[in-house]
């Protein structure tokens, strides 16, 4: 099957800091990741569409000066929350299209501001 | 009125029952039609996916499509208590790198 991995599972950190999540394809190639965000007992939120070697696309909404986006390679995206608070605590998801309509997700990453 | 509705239940059934999840969506655009399976504090699961009309089944699983009345659904056989997650719904317009629009997510609890 596709395996997708994000790191870490599990981050605190202080108001004003910046976190990094990686998303990783382990078995395939995905030139587009996406990122997502879901609050408890919610559905997911597209953040953002991620494309190798070209500037992400934002949602609507979304500050894409705070929520930093980088896609590497074929099989690393990276997000980067910047300046963070409270506020952005949240459970964030990556997903890895392998082509067709097959999204593949990510374990996701639980974020903690203090 | 949304573009994909999903009822969030909760539903909880007996362990052996059959479960009938459920969506309707509005934009006769959407092709392609997935069903994800997230378990706590975890990241969806693909279960199944289809582009056609009908029915499709993989072992206690079958999802089935109506595009005329656009409504989907994914049937659960024998249900297990480890089957016991939200389920979503998920639908995009054609194939390729497309986002994809997610129902609300119904939360099933399958009783021992």
């Known amino acids: 099957g596709a395996v997708v991995s994000q790191h870490p599972s599990w981050v605190i950190c202080k108001s004003g800091t910046s976190v990094k999540i990686e998303c990783r394809s382990l078995?395939?190639?995905?030139?587009?990741m996406f990122w997502y965000r879901q609050f408890p007992k919610q559905s997911l939120m597209l953040m953002a569409t991620?494309?190798?070697?070209?500037?992400?696309?934002?949602e609507q909404g979304v500050e894409k000066d705070k929520f930093l986006i980088n896609h590497a390679s074929l099989t690393l995206s990276t997000l980067t929350v910047t300046s963070a608070h409270p506020e952005d605590s949240s459970f964030y998801i990556c997903?890895?299209?392998?082509?067709?309509?097959?999204?593949?997700f990510g374990p996701g990453t639980r974020l903690t501001v203090t | 009125q949304k573009e994909v509705e999903q009822d969030p239940g909760p539903l909880s059934v007996p362990e052996g029952a059959i479960v009938s999840l459920n969506c309707t969506y509005s934009?006769?655009?959407?092709?392609?039609f997935m069903w994800y399976r997230q378990y706590s504090r975890k990241g969806p699961e693909l279960l199944m996916y289809?582009?056609?009309?009908g029915n499709k089944e993989d072992g206690r699983f079958t999802a089935q499509v109506d595009k005329s009345s656009k409504y989907i659904s994914l049937f659960i056989r024998d249900s297990q208590p480890s089957d016991s997650a939200t389920y979503l719904c998920?639908?995009?317009?054609?194939?390729?790198?497309?986002?994809?629009?997610f129902g609300k997510g119904t939360k099933l609890t399958v009783n021992p």
């Open positions: 078995d395939f190639q995905a030139t587009t």
């Open positions: 991620s494309n190798e070697g070209s500037k992400a696309t934002y």
């Open positions: 289809t582009y056609s009309s």
């Open positions: 998920a639908l995009c317009t054609q194939g390729g790198s497309e986002k994809l629009v």
């Open positions: 997903s890895a299209d392998r082509g067709a309509y097959e999204q593949y």
């Open positions: 934009n006769s655009a959407f092709q392609y």
